[in-house]
Structures are given as C-alpha cells and as structure tokens.
C-alpha cells in the first residue's frame, strides 16, 4: 500500500511540475532541458564547456541560425534552478582549457547543472508584433553509465547475472574475478566480507572493461559510487544463478542487495532528473571503440541500444508513468574526437555513427524522439598537415601529445569507406585505425581568443542547431 501512495504521489507531483512548465512557456520564459551525457572518456565536461562558451561568444557558431539571423541579442549565466545540485564548474573548466598552460579539465563524477539564457528577437510573422523574449537553457550533465542502468529495471537478479557472466566468457581480464565466483559456493550462509570480497573483485573487472574500451559496466555506480562508496547498495556482485538457494544465503542476500539498487538508485534519478529533460546529447568515442577492434564496436552497439531503450517509455511501464506522456524531442549521437582525423575521414566517421546509431533504432524497436548523428570536436587540439612515408603523401593531424608536452604530426589510418566494415561488430575481423592511434593522446592547444570567438572546434554550431536551434 505504501509503495502504491508513493507512486500515486509521484504521478501528481509529475503533472503539476508538467502543467507549470507548460503555463511557463506559453506565457512567459520557454525553458529547454538539456542532458548531456557520455560514455567516460567521451568529453563530456569539454563539451558542456566549449558548448557554453561558443553560446556566450558566438563568432565561430555560423550554422548557429538565430546568431547567423542576428536574432540573438545577448547570451548570459544566471543562477541554476535547482539549488540541491552541484553547479557546473563552468568557469573553472574554461580557465583550465584556455589559461596559459591549457589542460584537460577533472572530469564531473556526479550530476550537475547550469543555466544559460538568451535575449531572442522573434523571427517570421510575428517578428513586427512582439519584443525580444527570454530563452532559458539548463544543461543538465550526468554519467552515460547511469542511463545504461535502465534495463536492469526490468531484470531479475538471476537474469542479469547470467547475461554478465556469459558475456566474460571471452574476456581475458575477467579470469580473476570468474575464479573467485567459481570458488565461492553461493547457497552458503551470507557473510559480509565474503560480499565485499566479490564487489571489490567485480568493482575490478568492470575498470578494466572501460579500458579494453567496453560499454557495458553495469551497474553504472560501481564506477562512480560517490557518497554510496562502501554502501550495501554497492556492494553484490554476479553469480550463476540458484534454483533454490535458503533465504539467508549469500545468493539470497546479493539478490536483495540488486533489488535494493534499482529501487534506491536507479529509480530515483530517472524520478529527480532524467523525467525534466527535453533534448539530449550522447557523446559516444567511437575512434577507441573502432581501434580497439570488432568486439568494443560490438559492445559499443549493445550500448547505444540500451541508452535507446532509456527514451521508449511505452515498453517501461513504470517509466511511462513517471513521465506521463512527455518525451524528449531530439537526440544527438556524437561521435567526439574528430580532430583526430584529417577533415578528409570526417564523413567516413559520421557515416559509421549514423550506422552505429541506425542499428541501435532498429534493434531497440525505437520510435519517438527525432535521432541524428554526427562527427565533432568540442575543441580543436590538431591542425591539419601533409607528410611523407615511403613515397606516399598521408594526411596527418599535428598537435601536442599529452604524455611528453613535444608537438607530434600523427597518421592514425583510414576509416573504410564502407561503414558497415565496421558496423558488422562482431561478424568483422578488420581491425581499423593503426598503431599510432593507440598514442594520440593530445592535450590543448595554447590558443588565444579574440573578443567575441568562442574557443575553436569542428561542428559544435550544427549540434548546437539540431539541439535547440528551434527553439530560438
């Protein structure tokens, strides 16, 4: 009866918050909703903070068609809506890119927000009968592996533990933790060490999975456990499932802890932030999944698909009662690091993430929000440069490396022209991209900007436009 009193609570707070919204932008300031999220290493944080800074300084945001109209009047931050969530360090992270010794900003390990507003001149019919208005956007910044922890709502501890296990079957780096599964008997009495033990060791395999380039890391919060680290919530791990294992064994006692982590973890941020947004962004490092080799691509598939399943709320019952009929607009896949490339293998790279993104629609059975995908580069760290090996002209990218600070001109290969080379995850045995790939790890560029330039990227103004672009 409480678990009903607290759904229905949720259902009419969600309709008044989507009635007020609703009365708020027909009649005074429009708010857009944006989240931001990523896979870790995908960039989010530069993203957000090049994004911002282009919005406040626009004269490299051209396909940007209210600035390219000179509908915006001004662009400024204002206080964050929500007081209980962290700010986005925006300020901090700019300096960190810009200053005089540019570095890689800290990545953000929890959920934070900013808002920036626009001053909009109204365009077509209206333009002569009404004055500029107020455009608010709240960019909303979480972990991509925290959206990856939606299918476990609808699974069962038993299911989930088989689908993880079977999947370690061809993982080298998983021996360690699947000999401590093989030696633990999991209908013996429960003991907390022997629990911890298991999380740490599983804790383990799922970093190592992120290195090798894999994206599924469920549940999401191991990796960033934040104020949870140590929690019984975070602390179970996979094992075979048991038929009838006694009530206070450990399987019985890892199940609960599972249960306990969809319902005071996952459900709770889908409730609190993921219901509010309108637009999203994914950020997906496609170049590392593709280097790495058929089986992250493979991996990188299963996860689009899973982000996908996070916007079909009509096969989520619950989700579809959470958000009440409302659903995010717009979409964008982005596959980042396009500076790595010379501008000549861009559209082979979008190509690959449009397919990526298509097979994620078709195998997720989605339907709703409109979904596009492109090739960027929040910042610019390379220019572009020819150089000769054994006779024949390569187009490289110039920049400084990250692990010794000396400017290096790097050939990280050819993309195939055909997308689906790579697409067929699994099905492939090409490897792409070469070996100099493995150490193209740039840090910023010193830049100096002018007034009014934003700092420099590829394509952030046509992301900008799909995302919210109409809406000016």
């Given amino acids: 009866m409480a678990f009903g009193i607290t759904s229905l609570t949720d259902g009419v707070t969600r309709q008044i918050e989507t009635v007020s919204d609703t009365l708020s932008e027909a009649f005074f300031e429009p708010v857009i909703r944006l989240g931001v999220t990523g896979m870790a290493r995908a960039g989010k944080t530069v993203f957000i903070t090049s994004l911002v800074a282009n919005l406040l300084n626009r004269s490299r945001m051209p396909q940007l068609l209210a600035e390219a109209d000179n509908r915006i009047l001004a662009a400024y931050l204002q206080p964050q809506p929500d007081d209980t969530l962290a700010r986005f360090d925006y300020e901090a992270h700019l300096a960190a890119l810009t200053g005089p010794a540019p570095h890689w900003p800290e990545s953000t390990r929890t959920i934070s927000e900013l808002r920036l507003s626009f001053r909009v001149r109204p365009a077509g019919l209206i333009a002569g009968l009404s004055g500029p208005r107020t455009v608010h956007l709240d960019i909303i910044d979480y972990p991509g592996e925290w959206l990856l922890d939606l299918p476990l709502m609808d699974k069962t501890y038993a299911q989930w533990s088989s689908e993880v296990l079977g999947r370690m079957d061809k993982r080298p780096y998983a021996d360690a933790f699947r000999a401590e599964v093989g030696a633990t008997t999991a209908t013996d009495a429960w003991e907390e060490t022997q629990a911890q033990a298991l999380a740490r060791s599983y804790t383990a395999y799922l970093r190592q999975a992120r290195v090798e380039g894999m994206s599924d890391v469920t549940p999401g919060r191991f990796l960033l456990p934040g104020e949870m680290e140590g929690s019984p919530v975070l602390t179970f791990a996979p094992l075979p499932p048991q038929d009838s294992a006694p009530r206070k064994s450990l399987w019985r006692e890892m199940e609960r802890r599972f249960e306990a982590y969809k319902s005071r973890v996952v459900k709770p941020f889908f409730q609190q932030h993921f219901a509010r947004i309108d637009r999203q962004v994914v950020l997906v490092d496609a170049l590392s999944a593709i280097h790495a080799g058929p089986a992250a691509v493979d991996d990188l598939n299963r996860g ?169």
């Fill in 304 to 472: 689009l698909e899973g982000i996908l399943s996070a916007f079909r709320p009509g096969r989520n019952a619950w989700l579809s009662r959470l958000l009440l009929g409302k659903r995010v607009e717009k979409i964008l896949f982005a596959a980042t690091k396009a500076d790595h490339l010379h501008h000549t293998q861009h559209a082979r790279l979008t190509a690959i993430m449009e397919a990526l993104v298509a097979n994620a629609v078709s195998r997720a059975d989605f339907a709703g929000a409109k979904t596009q995908a492109m090739s960027i580069a929040s910042l610019r760290a390379t220019v572009e440069e020819t150089i000769r090996h054994e006779g024949n002209a390569l187009q490289a990218v110039r920049g400084r490396l990250l692990s010794t600070g000396k400017q290096a001109a790097m050939y990280p290969g050819e993309l195939p022209e055909d997308p689906s080379r790579i697409t067929r995850g699994h099905l492939a045995s090409d490897r792409w991209l070469e070996e100099d790939y493995a150490i193209m790890s740039f840090a910023p560029a010193a830049i100096s900007l002018k007034p009014g330039e934003g700092p420099p990227h590829i394509r952030l103004d046509r992301a900008a436009q799909f995302l919210i672009g109409d809406r000016l």
